[in-house]
C-alpha cells in the first residue's frame, strides 16, 4: 500500500537512499537559511512566504512564466533526505532521473522530472529540501534557479 512502511523501504531502495551523501551538520547558530537576493534571480520575486516549520516558498515570475521555490530547513541531514523520500514517495513517475543525468550538478542529491527543458528538481543540500517547479502557462528550466540556490546553501554557514 502506498505510504506503508513497506512502500518507504521500496523507495528508499529503488532511489539508493543508503548510498546518498550524508550532508554538513551545521551547528544551529551557523546554519542560517539564506535567501536568494531578488537582483540575482533568473527572474522576478512576486511573493515569499515563511513557512512555519523552517524555511519559506518564493514565487517569480513575468507574464505567464511562473516558478515556485521551496526551501525547507529540516534541521538535520538525515532529515532532510528523509524528507526527499517522502517526496519521492508521492510522484507518479515510476522512477525519476537524477540531476546530474540532465546536466545539473546541485544538491547532496538531486532528482528531476522527465522533460527535456528540466521543469521540476528537487534536492537535498546538508539540512535543507529544495523542490523547485516551474508553474506558469510557460514551461520555464529551472536549472538556473537550482544552481542559484544551491550555491547559497553551500555558503550557508561561512563567515562570507
Known amino acids: 500500500m502506498i505510504g506503508d512502511e513497506n512502500h518507504r523501504a521500496g523507495i528508499k531502495q529503488l532511489y539508493g537512499f543508503e548510498s546518498?551523501?550524508?550532508?554538513?551538520?551545521?551547528?544551529?547558530e551557523m546554519a542560517h537559511l539564506p535567501v536568494l537576493?531578488?537582483?540575482r534571480a533568473p527572474l522576478p520575486l512576486i511573493n515569499r512566504s515563511p513557512l512555519s516549520a523552517g524555511g519559506y516558498i518564493d514565487m517569480y515570475g513575468e507574464g505567464d512564466t511562473l516558478v515556485s521555490v521551496r526551501v525547507n530547513?529540516?534541521?538535520l541531514p538525515v532529515k532532510a533526505r528523509e524528507a526527499l523520500i517522502d517526496h519521492l514517495m508521492t510522484c507518479?513517475?515510476?522512477r525519476l532521473p537524477e540531476a546530474r543525468d540532465k546536466g545539473i550538478e546541485v544538491g547532496d542529491v538531486?532528482?528531476?522530472?522527465?522533460?527535456?527543458?528540466?521543469?521540476?528538481?528537487?534536492?537535498?543540500?546538508?539540512r535543507w529540501?529544495?523542490?523547485?517547479h516551474s508553474c506558469g502557462g510557460r514551461p520555464y528550466p529551472v536549472?538556473?534557479?537550482?544552481?542559484?540556490?544551491?550555491?547559497?546553501?553551500v555558503n550557508a554557514g561561512s563567515d562570507e
Do not use: Y
Open 92 to 94: 507518479t513517475a515510476p
Open 20 to 28: 546518498w551523501p550524508q550532508g554538513r551538520e551545521l551547528l544551529p
Open 37 to 39: 537576493e531578488t537582483t
Open 73 to 75: 530547513d529540516c534541521g
Open 110 to 126: 538531486a532528482f528531476a522530472g522527465h522533460d527535456d527543458g528540466v521543469t521540476s528538481i528537487s534536492f537535498v543540500r546538508d
Open 143 to 153: 536549472g538556473e534557479f537550482s544552481k542559484s540556490i544551491d550555491d547559497l546553501l
Open 129 to 132: 529540501l529544495v523542490q523547485i
